[in-house]
């Protein structure tokens, strides 16, 4: 894992975790990944954890975002400490999902009890996919892009797409690419000369593995 800490004046202390993700198909497996890492981790299987501790300590919450070559996870705390706190509970969740069942249907897909087709991620994209700004955006990429770049696919998924994606794809996808050897992690604010030491070597191993 690489730490890159950026020591500036500001109020703020931001963290970026950043994960190479790449996309071979419209299926949005890094969209998918990024809604179910941030649901529990092996260490810290509560649901709304994460969000419970960022709260306790003058942080705001957690969030992660995808983009065509790579996937971001963010936290924003006022105090060194309050992101000593946080950080080693996220990296958790970010290399150490639980990636179950239940959080699958609820976040990516199932069918509701009418028959509609229902998932925070799917709904998410089904309220996306016929904007202008996404056609456009998907369509030129296609153009300019071959079909081996990541960036000719979408890689928040396309509800078509999503509907034919399983748990054991998402879980394949995590092992290929979330990688502890692959996450940069880049750290901004007043932080003291002895953060790293201090807090960042304390990190337990089988988190960072």
Known sequence: MRV????????IYSAYITVPTLSVNDKGL??????LVLCGSKNYPIRGYLGALAARNCSLETNGRTSGDHTEYTIFSAAEDAMANILPVFLDHVLNPLLSDSQFITEVYHYDETGKEKGVMFSEMASRENSVDFLEYYNISRLVWNSSATHSYASGGKTRDIATLTKEEIIDYHRKYYDANNVTVTLTGAFTNDFEEKYL???????IR
């Not at 890159?4 to 109020?11: E, I, K």
């Not at 070597?201 to 988190?207: E, R, V």
């Open 30 to 35: 890094p969209h998918a990944l990024e809604h």
């Open 4 to 11: 890159v800490v950026c020591r500036m004046p500001s109020p």
């Open 201 to 207: 070597q304390t990190i337990p191993s089988d988190i």
